[in-house]
C-alpha cells in the first residue's frame, strides 16, 4: 500500500514537474568567444592605458623614435583601409551565410585575404622600422609601439586562422553558425580596436 | 618613514616581551640593555615625529605617487584620471551591454514561443500541486 502510494506520487512528481526543455538563446560558441573578447578588451586597454600615461609623463623631447624616424602615418592609413575593407566583407559574407550558407564562401574568402593583406603591410613597415634603427629597446615609444602594434597583429593572424577554418568547413559543407559567429565576433574585434591603438600610438 | 615606524613597533614588541617573560637577568627595570633599548626608541620617536612635520609641511614633496592630483604636470594628471575612469568603467559598460543583450535575446525568444512550454519547470501554485500528489479523491484543503 505504501510502496503504491509512492510510486503514484512519483508518477505525479513527474507529471507535475516537467523535464526542462532547453533552449539555446545564443549559441554557445557566440557567447564564450563575447566574455573572451571582453578580456581581451580589457588587456588593450591596460596597454594603451600605459602608453598614454607614460606618453604624458615623459619629457616632450624624449618621446620620439632615434635618429629622427616618425611611426609611418600614411601608410598605416592604407593598412587601415584594408582592414575595415575585411570587415565589411565578413558582415556581408554574415548575411548571405544567414540567406544560404554555401553564398558567403567568396565573400568570406575576400575578408580573409584583405585581413592578410593588412597583416602582411603592417609587417612590411615593421622591417623598414627595424632596418632604421627602430627596436624594442631603442626607446619607450619604439618598445610600446611594438608590444601594442605587435599584439594586435598576433590577435589578426589569430582570428585569421579562425576565419580560415571557418571558409574550409564552410566550402565542405560543415561549418556551424555558432563557429562561425564566434570567428565573426573575434574578427571584428580585430577590426574595431585598431583605429583606436592607430589613433594613440601613431598620433 | 614606514622603516621608522617598524623599528619603533619591533622595539616596542620587544621591550614588552622581554619584560612580560622575565627575560635579560630577571626584570626589564634591571636590565642592562634598558638604557640603549630607550635611547633607541627615543631617537625613532624623533625621526616618526621629524617625518610627520615634513609630511604635514610640504606634502607635495612627501607624496610618492607623480601623478596625483597634487603633483605633477596637468597632461600626466589628466591622463591618469582619464586611464582611471576608463579602466573603472569600460569593465561595467561590458557586462551591463552583455546583460542588456542577453535579456533582449531572451525577451525575444519569450516571445516567439511561450515562456511556460520552454522555460523549463513548469511551476504549479501549491494548492494544485498538494491535490495533485494527494490523488484525485482527496479534497483540496
Not at chain 2, 617573560?21 to 630577571?26: N, V
Not at chain 2, 519547470?121 to 494548492?127: D, G, R, S, T, Y
Request: proline share 4%; glycine share 8%; charged share 15%.
Amino acid at each position: 500500500m505504501a510502496a503504491m502510494s509512492v510510486t503514484r506520487m512519483q508518477q505525479q512528481t513527474m507529471r507535475i514537474v516537467r523535464p526542462a526543455t532547453r533552449r539555446e538563446v545564443v549559441p554557445s560558441g557566440l557567447l564564450g568567444m563575447v566574455i573572451f573578447v571582453g578580456a581581451e578588451v580589457m588587456f588593450f586597454a591596460g596597454l594603451i592605458s600605459a602608453f598614454t600615461i607614460s606618453k604624458a609623463g615623459a619629457p616632450r623631447d624624449a618621446w620620439n623614435l632615434p635618429a629622427g624616424q616618425v611611426l609611418p602615418l600614411a601608410s598605416t592609413a592604407v593598412n587601415t583601409v584594408a582592414l575595415f575593407a575585411s570587415g565589411a566583407l565578413l558582415w556581408v559574407a554574415g548575411r548571405q551565410y544567414r540567406a544560404r550558407s554555401s553564398a558567403a564562401t567568396e565573400s568570406l574568402l575576400a575578408a580573409i585575404f584583405f585581413g592578410a593583406l593588412f597583416v602582411v603591410l603592417q609587417g612590411r613597415e615593421w622591417v623598414d622600422l627595424i632596418g632604421h634603427g627602430v627596436t624594442l629597446r631603442s626607446s619607450a615609444l619604439g618598445a610600446f609601439f611594438y608590444v601594442i602594434v605587435g599584439t594586435h597583429a598576433v590577435h589578426a593572424v589569430a582570428a585569421l586562422a579562425g576565419l580560415g577554418v571557418a571558409w574550409w568547413n564552410l566550402r565542405a559543407g560543415r561549418l556551424s553558425y555558432g563557429f562561425f559567429l564566434g570567428a565573426q565576433t573575434f574578427w571584428y574585434f580585430v577590426v574595431l580596436i585598431w583605429p583606436v591603438i592607430y589613433a594613440r600610438v601613431y598620433f | 618613514m614606514r622603516e621608522s615606524i617598524s623599528r619603533v613597533a619591533q622595539a616596542s614588541a620587544f621591550a614588552e616581551a622581554s619584560a612580560d617573560r622575565g627575560i635579560l637577568g630577571g626584570g626589564w627595570s634591571a636590565c642592562a640593555l634598558r638604557p640603549r633599548v630607550e635611547r633607541t626608541l627615543q631617537r625613532a620617536r624623533s625621526r616618526l615625529w621629524l617625518a610627520a612635520a615634513l609630511l604635514a609641511a610640504a606634502p607635495a614633496s612627501a607624496l610618492a605617487c607623480p601623478v596625483c592630483g597634487l603633483v605633477g604636470t596637468s597632461d600626466n594628471t589628466w591622463a591618469y584620471q582619464a586611464m582611471t575612469a576608463t579602466l573603472t568603467l569600460l569593465p561595467l559598460a561590458m557586462i551591463g551591454a552583455t546583460v542588456w543583450w542577453l535579456a533582449r535575446l531572451v525577451a525575444r525568444a519569450d516571445t516567439e514561443r511561450p515562456p511556460a512550454r520552454s522555460a523549463g519547470k513548469q511551476i504549479l501554485p501549491l494548492a494544485r500541486r498538494s491535490q495533485m500528489l494527494a490523488g484525485p479523491e482527496a479534497k483540496p484543503r
